[in-house]
């Protein structure tokens, strides 16, 4: 079984700051990553991904995040947050074994003051 | 643009009623999820399916039931509900020829049962 895990249930900083957000999965065999943003009310929204290559994927609206094999990490960061970036987010790890089932963390919320 | 809808927004059902979730989507996606969501837990996988006349068991099928009459719908069935299955209930739908698929999420349906 897959795990997911997101350390921090909750992050707050200020606009214009930047911002990590911490994602660390438990799985051996071959698979992928992404980070969702559920804004409140609404559903999840994709914002990347990674499969292989390079490890530092570029994703919507200034986010980026990167893999590491070695840490079984795949951060969340932006370099200048806005208060619209206020929602919550979601990892996501999941593997190609005839379906692709999602197994995503519990989410952090991410609360940016203007 | 890939849409997932989803209906009803709200629902109020009665303990032992039966409850319909249905789920559209435009998108010609084979993969279609249904997922709950609640606080602590994150998203867990309800049905899945793989195109029209399939649905298969997630993690937690059960006191669920799924029907996918064709390619664009997808409903969750709740013969008996009961109080433990007021959730926020997601579809999403997925591009199966995708080697690292993408899950596009309805907006969600709120489900009290009292």
């Known amino acids: 079984t897959q795990t997911v895990s997101q350390s921090d249930a909750h992050v707050t900083v200020f606009e214009g700051d930047s911002v990590e957000l911490r994602c660390n999965y438990s799985?051996?065999?071959?698979?992928?990553l992404s980070w969702y943003i559920q804004h409140h009310g609404h559903g999840l929204q994709f914002l990347l991904k990674y499969y292989s290559g390079n490890p530092v994927v570029q994703g919507v609206n200034g986010f980026e995040a990167e893999f590491s094999k070695s840490d079984s990490s795949f951060h969340l960061r932006k370099a200048s947050v806005h208060w619209s970036d206020s929602a919550v987010y979601f990892c996501?790890?999941?593997?190609?074994?005839?379906?692709?089932?999602?197994?995503f963390g519990k989410g952090t919320s991410l609360t940016v003051i203007p | 643009e890939a849409a997932v809808t989803q209906s009803p927004r709200n629902k109020v059902a009665v303990t032992g009623g039966k409850v319909t979730l249905s789920c559209n989507q435009t998108n010609n996606h084979n993969n279609m999820y249904w997922y709950r969501q609640d606080t602590g837990h994150g998203l867990r996988l309800i049905h899945y399916s793989y195109g029209a006349g399939s649905t298969e068991k997630g993690d937690i099928p059960d006191g669920y039931k799924a029907s996918r009459p064709s390619q664009e719908n997808f409903s969750l069935i709740l013969e008996l509900a009961t109080p433990s299955q007021t959730s926020v209930y997601f579809c999403?739908?997925?591009?199966?020829?995708?080697?690292?698929?993408?899950?596009?999420f309805g907006s969600g349906t709120r489900l009290t049962v009292l």
């Open positions: 999403a739908s997925g591009d199966a020829l995708s080697s690292a698929e993408t899950l596009y």
């Open positions: 799985y051996g065999g071959s698979i992928y």
């Open positions: 996501a790890v999941s593997q190609n074994t005839g379906y692709q089932n999602f197994y």
